[in-house]
Antibody, heavy 118, light 107 residues
Framework: QVQLQESGPGLVKPSETLSLTCNVSGGSVGSYYWSWIRQPPGKGLEWIGYIYYNGRTDSNPSLKSRATISIDTSKNQFSLILKSVTAADTAVYYC????????????WGQGTLVTVSS | VIWMTQSPSLVSASTGDRVTITCRVSQDISSYLAWYRQKPGRAPDLLIKAASTLQSGVPSRFSGSRSGTDFTLIISSLQSEDFATYYCQQYHSFPPTFGQGTKVEIK
């Protein structure tokens, strides 16, 4: 059974960089797509971007190139960097798995809340 | 960007009730639609993919269908664990997008 676990700071200052890592256990990151999805408190879901095990990546144009996703196959983990954050980036961030890069998303981490505040 | 509109936004129902949730999509996505259930404080769970295919391990009280750009999720007999928020998601066009959610609450 594949398990995903997010980790990273829960508080980030405005204009600084948000950095999260997702550790994958119970399976290899090979041959799958790995995405980040976020959910502001009390709101809906927004897809941030994906990375394939070979390094191919793409992100949601709504984020205006602020998001970068990377992968470390030797550690079986992948990461998200979101630059120049504002309060609007406050959300629960989920790491997820799928087979095509855009869904359906069949395995989810438990999520980690990141608050942007000074 | 493909827009997803779910209705209703809120459903009040009792255990054993039949519940129907609709997702209307702004353009043709064929059957590239998934449904998720999100229990309070938890990550979403995949229920249905390809509009009507039940994900492995999901109870048969859940079903999905498509009519053009309208998609429907039916819960045939609501159980206690089904009081949650439901989201549709399209994976036909980039970027993937979600509906705004439908909350199913206890009547």
């Amino acid at each position: 059974q594949v398990q995903l676990q997010e980790s990273g700071p829960g508080l980030v200052k405005p204009s600084e960089t948000l950095s999260l890592t997702c550790n994958v256990s119970g399976g290899s990151v090979g041959s799958y797509y790995w995405s980040w999805i976020r959910q502001p408190p009390g709101k809906g879901l927004e897809w941030i971007g994906y990375i394939y095990y070979n390094g191919r990546t793409d992100s949601n144009p709504s984020l205006k190139s602020r998001a970068t996703i990377s992968i470390d196959t030797s550690k079986n983990q992948f990461s998200l960097i979101l630059k120049s954050v504002t309060a609007a980036d406050t959300a629960v961030y989920y790491c997820v798995r799928d087979r095509t890069g855009d869904g359906p998303f069949d395995y989810w981490g438990q999520g980690t809340l990141v608050t942007v505040s000074s | 960007v493909i827009w997803m509109t779910q209705s209703p936004s809120l459903v009040s129902a009792s255990t054993g009730d039949r519940v129907t949730i609709t997702c209307r999509v702004s353009q043709d996505i064929s059957s590239y639609l998934a449904w998720y259930r999100q229990k309070p404080g938890r990550a979403p769970d995949l229920l249905i993919k390809a509009a009507s295919t039940l994900q492995s391990g999901v109870p048969s009280r859940f079903s999905g269908s498509r009519s053009g750009t309208d998609f429907t999720l039916i819960i045939s007999s609501l159980q206690s664990e089904d009081f949650a928020t439901y989201y549709c998601q399209q994976y036909h066009s980039f970027p993937p997008t979600f509906g705004q959610g439908t909350k199913v609450e206890i009547k």
